[in-house]
């Protein structure tokens, strides 16, 4: 059982990084023919989204995409704001700088898509393969091993880079962590993508706000 898990775990980790190869590949394929400026900082969650409804045309019974019936649980209002305060605030208190430019419809778009490889992709894909059985309450394996793997690809991140694990990454990797298993029970509940892709662009804004409003307050402090 144990021994099974670990190797979809593997499998999907090794999915992964084979979506990242994808990214770099097709990023320097269009900076070579000056093409692709717009969708650049997208081929990820494009490559994700292309893999994902490969595995979804042959699983479709078992994964919710855009279910409607349960979008007015008063549940889901709940679980976004316990979601976006905290990560905003963690990753307010992990920044070192105060940010000038303004909050744009691109930047809610840029958080709003990494659902996209996060949720969409890695979570059904446990769903997919089986990995999801009940831990307490909402919280299934699939959201725990989802979780598990982003914070891998921070840490591994770090060491290809050839950076120390500071305190701001431990940051970072709480604030993931946290998101990451109440948005996973949030799109569970939920079963629309919408709701945590909405949710996890809410969380940009709620973190870009702390740091144009408050960083230099927290400098002031620290002097």
Known sequence: MIGSIILKYIFISVLISL??????????????????????????????????????????P????FEVSRLGNWYNIMLMLIAVIPTSIIVYLGSTSR?????????????????????????????????????????????????????QFIIVQEFICGRKITRKIIQEIIASVWFSVWVGILYSISGNII???ITHGFERMGAYWLKQNFSKVKADVAT
């Open 195 to 197: 709701v945590p892709m």
């Open 62 to 65: 078992k994964i919710d995409i």
């Open 99 to 151: 940010t000038k430019k303004a909050f744009t419809l691109v930047d809610f778009i840029n958080g709003a898509s990494m659902e996209i490889p996060q949720r969409l992709l890695v979570q059904n894909m446990f769903v997919i393969l089986n990995v999801n059985m009940i831990i307490y309450g909402s919280m299934t394996l699939a959201i725990f091993l989802n979780s598990l793997i982003w914070v």
């Open 19 to 60: 979506i990242f190869g994808l990214t770099v590949l097709s990023d320097k394929i269009t900076n070579k023919i000056n093409r692709g400026k717009f969708i650049g900082p997208y081929f990820f969650q494009l490559w994700s989204l292309l893999i994902f409804i490969v595995f979804w045309f042959f699983n479709k």
